[in-house]
């Protein structure tokens, strides 16, 4: 099909973060730029590359701080300040080497979130806004943990537990499980900082969802364990923009991309990104 390339880009934070990149057969009509989860990485997507490159869209993933092949303690951020900027950072990269290209951010769970405060803060930098299986409520992890992050976050930021999260709650499909524990670049590391600045960040887009100025799509699993699906309800109903749309999948778990009824909310997604692009 078409190439594959990868490279580094220089982040808020001095280091270099990893990136790939897919190209299409034909010039590229549109450009979707994904942003993993806690524990994942750029290469995780590839039912959405597989899709996505024969409809001619031109596809970039980056490794988050402490992600995948990019350096840093894993599952740590001192401030989302820096994966705000490292987002503006990556799209500055991207419209370089692609000028005059729509383009349109895809977050998937702690990505989702990712993206909707970036959409927040720079809603003329995108065409679009996708967020799939994002945190924006109650969450599949201990409330113990949750507690224990709050109190060190000021003290011990770094402290680092395991989310507790089973592989499971990710998706129906056997495949994908097992994919998932033979992936020697996931993770399942939270830090103390990086649960705070979560929480603190889902607040502020609740309470900030009048403001979104951007087209945006929600997708979600009605059955989601680990991103509750009342949060998303909250924030969707709260969006006055007119162009939102909400997607919820019955029986569906957290990932998506990576469901037994993938090729649906593939076509789904297709199908508002052809509604997007002019």
Known sequence: MGEHTQGTFQCIGGIELYYQCWHPPASPKGILTIIHGLGGHSGLFKHIIDYFLPLNYKIYACDLPGH????????YIKSWDEFRGDIDAFLSLIKQQNPHCPCFLYGNSLGGVIV????LSYPEKIQGVIAAGAPLGR??????KLFIGQILSRVWPRFSLDTGIPLEAGSRDQKAIESYLNDSLRHRKGTARLATELFTTVEKIQNNASNLKVPLLI???????????EGVHTFFNHVTFADKTFIEYPEALHDLHNELNYPEIMADLATWLENHRQ
């Open 68 to 75: 995948g092949r990019s350096p840093g303690q894993r599952g």
């Open 116 to 119: 909707l405060d970036y959409g």
């Open 139 to 144: 969450v599949g992890i201990s409330p113990f």
């Open 219 to 229: 997708l979600h699993g009605e059955k989601d364990p680990v991103s509750l699906p």
